[in-house]
């Protein structure tokens, strides 16, 4: 049952293009500033930088609605940022501060926001799959049209538990789109080593799961799949794989030095397939906006994430008594 290839482009407004520059642009400058902060001792523990995959993210997020729900890995920033959730306490959250999202005691890899509806940030392999169809069961037993954007990436693709999930999903017909972010390294291996079929979305075929794989480095292609897949779930046709091609930049973490690809091939996916240089290009051509335009929307953005570093850095370490709320056992 699983579906063609997509490779037809979204009919898109000068706003609309507008929108998912300044919004992967806003993902890119933040990443490559908490590296900055990584690499001065400012941020502890792991890190997993989104650059190379904002379109990825952005793309899905213009089909949502307020209601939808979605749940990710640890490599979650962008989707944060993405969401709408404040760069301010995302990054302070990275830095370990009362002002971050989780009030300092989570970290990059696990921070949430219930007015977003983001519900993490998780760092098992795999785990939040089964709790993304669990987020999806929610809505269908409430009886509204929410959809759950449910994200992987290859490398968790090949656990158990993202099969099972498939399974309760397509049998109780949930409202979940599972999106694997296949950026074709996983943690460090390529995934023509790891993965027995080059196409991860065909695997729902076993329980009767529509899908298709998407360009995820471009956005507009993004959007176009996700409208799709979205309103199948709205609909109560149950769950949807979107495949989404995609590749980052940096190693797995900051501490991975990648010596897994060679630097000319990020070179070349750099000059030749940036999600942000082509929609950069679609807006000079299409005369939407001037170089300065654009020059102008950088620094703006720069500020913005200058802002938020300073807050990071600024606001207090939680307190000893902050450490024992928002627990689930007693002490």
Not at 29 to 43: N, S
Not at 162 to 189: Q, S
Not at 237 to 247: C, D, Q
Request: hydrophobic share 35%.
């Amino acid at each position: 049952m699983a579906a063609k290839k997509t490779t037809k482009k979204a009919n898109v407004s000068k706003d609309e293009l507008l929108s998912y520059y300044k919004d992967m642009l806003l993902i890119r400058r933040f990443e490559e500033k908490a590296g900055q902060l990584y690499g001065m001792g400012l941020i502890g523990g792991f890190c997993h930088l989104y650059i190379g995959q904002e379109a990825v993210v952005v793309g899905l997020e213009a089909a949502t609605k307020e209601g939808d729900k979605r749940i990710t890995s640890y490599r979650d920033h962008g989707h944060m940022l993405a969401c709408g959730m404040d760069p301010k306490g995302v990054m302070a959250e990275l830095t370990g501060r009362e002002g971050g999202y989780s009030k300092g005691k989570g970290g990059s890899m696990h921070m949430f926001s219930k007015e977003k509806h983001f519900y993490g940030g998780h760092g098992i392999v795999g785990a939040q799959v089964p709790l993304g169809a669990g987020l999806a069961f929610s809505d269908k037993y409430r009886g509204n049209d929410n959809v759950t954007f449910t994200y992987f990436g290859d490398g968790a693709a090949n656990q158990g538990q993202v099969y099972e999930a498939f399974n309760m999903a397509a049998l109780w017909d949930l409202p979940v789109i599972f999106v694997i972010e296949n950026n074709e390294y996983a943690m460090g291996t390529s995934m023509a080593r790891s993965t027995s079929s080059p196409d991860i979305y065909t695997r729902g075929a076993a329980f009767g799961i529509k899908g298709e794989v998407v360009d995820g480095m471009d956005v507009l292609a993004v959007k176009e799949a996700s409208e799709k897949a979205v309103a199948h779930c709205r609909a109560g046709k149950g769950p949807y794989i979107l495949e989404v091609k995609t590749y980052r930049y940096r190693g797995h973490s900051m501490s991975d030095p990648a010596k897994y690809r060679t630097r000319e091939e990020v070179q070349k996916m750099r000059d030749e397939r940036d999600c942000i240089e082509q929609v950069r290009d679609m807006l000079l051509t299409g005369k939407h906006a001037t170089d300065d335009d654009l020059k102008a929307i950088d620094k703006e953005i720069k500020a913005t994430v200058n802002e938020a570093a300073d807050f990071s850095k600024e606001s207090p370490e939680p307190s000893l008594d902050e450490l024992y709320t928002d627990i689930y056992a007693e002490a």
